[in-house]
């Protein structure tokens, strides 16, 4: 279904058990729900699952013009509202672990725990011109020129190697992916910079992180570890970036002994 949100129409899908809390999932850059595909099957039984398609993604509106962390928070607290769920649980891999510190930050009430999954705190000095060319090379030359280096970093050589379904589909998924929704959230992510004040954060929390994922690599998450007070960290081995998929057992396991031990 699409809901708009501050005049945006943000694409979503609500399944599970309808009588249990909410899990809201938030995906990668480039990516979409389904990526999100690996994780319904664990979560459906025990909890009611909310995905969406991030601003500039999947079946969302992509506006053109630079987006913020904030304003992507505040589309999830949309969500919500039209939807009438007060608190969750949300789930964030890589950006959409970006928008969780912002709404662990911000919106504490509406959180009953947070998972933050292969993701930063704050961007380096030398990452900037690597997302600068990625945005021009985007514009130039649209999603084609950044696909093949996006599924290198984002699985291991082994599991594209093996070559599972899943990995065709989030390769179309990335190159639908509209330009504008791409460079608007590359310039939210340009501007990320919690990493002074996640000790701010008191929900429980958890880190996951692929022990091979070279963009948010496990340093990363051991400094957003080292400043959440209530946080606990899992390294995932023989996973790259999107680790909810090439070790989903794993990062199965930990999320709902993770989810489970939290009180509603």
């Given at each position: 279904m699409k809901i708009e949100v501050s005049g945006v129409q943000i694409n979503c899908e609500l399944s599970g058990n309808e009588d249990a809390s909410v899990v809201v999932l938030s995906h990668s850059l480039g990516a979409g729900m389904n990526m999100w595909n690996p994780q319904l099957e664990a979560l459906e039984p025990e909890y009611r699952v909310l995905r969406y398609d991030m601003r500039g993604h999947g079946e969302s509106d992509a506006p053109e013009g630079a987006y913020s962390l904030e304003q992507l928070a505040a589309d999830v607290i949309g969500l919500l509202d039209a939807l009438e769920i007060n608190r969750v649980h949300f789930v964030g891999l890589s950006i959409g672990g970006m928008v969780g510190?912002?709404?662990?930050?911000?919106?504490?009430?509406?959180?009953?725990?947070?998972?933050?999954?292969?993701?930063?705190?704050?961007?380096?000095?030398?990452?900037?011109?690597?997302?600068?060319?990625?945005?021009?090379?985007?514009?130039?030359?649209?999603?084609?020129?950044?696909?093949?280096?996006?599924?290198?970093?984002?699985?291991?050589?082994?599991?594209?190697?093996?070559?599972?379904?899943?990995?065709?589909?989030?390769?179309?998924?990335?190159?639908?992916?509209?330009?504008?929704?791409?460079?608007?959230?590359?310039?939210?992510?340009?501007?990320?910079?919690?990493?002074?004040?996640?000790?701010?954060?008191?929900?429980p929390a958890l880190i996951l992180v692929g022990e091979d994922d070279p963009g948010t690599p496990v340093v990363a998450s051991e400094a957003i570890h080292a400043r959440?007070?209530?946080?606990?960290?899992?390294v995932l081995p023989s996973a790259s970036h999107l680790s909810n998929i090439e070790q989903a057992e794993a990062f199965n396991f930990h999320l709902l002994n993770f989810l489970r031990n939290q009180s509603d």
């Open positions: 510190q912002c709404l662990g930050l911000n919106y504490a009430a509406r959180l009953k725990s947070l998972v933050l999954c292969d993701t930063a705190s704050v961007i380096s000095g030398e990452a900037r011109p690597m997302f600068e060319e990625r945005k021009q090379a985007a514009r130039e030359k649209g999603m084609t020129a950044l696909v093949d280096g996006t599924m290198e970093r984002w699985f291991t050589r082994p599991y594209l190697n093996a070559n599972p379904p899943v990995v065709d589909l989030i390769r179309k998924q990335f190159l639908a992916t509209p330009v504008a929704g791409f460079m608007g959230c590359s310039d939210a992510i340009l501007d990320l910079d919690y990493i002074d004040r996640l000790s701010e954060i008191k929900l959440i007070p209530n946080a606990g960290l899992k």
